[in-house]
């Protein structure tokens, strides 16, 4: 049962434009949200996140966005660069901390010239 | 600060035979993390410790998997002995205790095939 759904494993995106990763949930007793990003042959670095009591976080280029009546979470970038261009992960959290994280399976998001 | 050290990088074993990883987290980060990544898929939880006290192990495969933190700092993950599905990479994660909304920072695994 994948509570953390990301439906797009990729996405292309030309530099300087926006990108849009998207994050669906099951499980209504999610209450904190975050993004990863991982490049090859290295761990998971935590990006932005996001509690159940905003529907905004703003972080630099980075800005997630969160629906909770339809369970629905994204991360917009922009303007993207090609140092952006990696394996994108939503996590989700049931007690309102960043400890026992459940994740989705990642976008990877490519970043062209 | 110095990131979570985490070895070796690679282990190639056969089914079976019996493998050990080592964490050392982050100085001062009393929460430690063992995750198992799939290839393709998310990051998976397989135990929580609170300095030397397990905190969740509820997705750990105590039949084959241990895991132990004896003094509260350095982790070491066990699998014996090991299967064919077990092919994977290990993530050893930390965090601080204190602060609720601390994000977990990663090692950069270990990757295990089990031929």
């Known amino acids: 049962d994948q509570q953390v759904k990301q439906n797009s494993p990729s996405l292309s995106v030309q530099e300087g434009r926006i990108s849009i990763l998207n994050c669906d949930y099951t499980n209504s007793m999610f209450d904190y949200f975050l993004w990863y990003k991982k490049y090859p042959a290295e761990g998971p670095t935590f990006l932005i996140s996001?509690?159940?009591?905003?529907d905004k976080n703003e972080d630099g280029r980075f800005t997630v966005f969160l629906n909770k009546s339809a369970k629905h979470l994204s991360l917009h970038i922009v303007p993207s660069q090609p140092g952006d261009s990696a394996v994108y992960f939503c996590?989700?959290?049931?007690?309102?901390?960043?400890?026992?994280?459940?994740f989705g399976t990642g976008t990877r998001l490519q970043v062209t010239l | 600060e110095a990131g979570v050290a985490q070895s070796p990088r690679y282990k190639i074993i056969e089914k079976r035979q019996s493998v050990a990883f080592w964490c050392n987290p982050i100085s001062g980060h009393a929460t430690l993390y063992w995750y198992q990544q799939i290839l393709g898929q998310g990051p998976k939880l397989l135990i929580q410790f609170q300095n030397n006290g397990v905190v969740d192990d509820s997705q750990l495969p105590k039949d084959r998997f241990s895991a132990e933190r004896l003094k509260g700092v350095d982790s070491t993950l066990k699998i014996q002995p090991a299967k064919l599905e077990d092919s994977a990479v290990y993530l050893c994660?930390?965090?601080?205790?204190?602060?609720?909304?601390?994000?977990?920072?990663f090692g950069n695994g270990t990757r295990l095939t089990v031929t």
């Open positions: 996001i509690s159940s009591i905003k």
């Open positions: 994660a930390s965090s601080l205790a204190r602060a609720p909304n601390s994000p977990l920072h």
């Open positions: 996590a989700a959290s049931a007690d309102g901390t960043a400890s026992k994280l459940t």
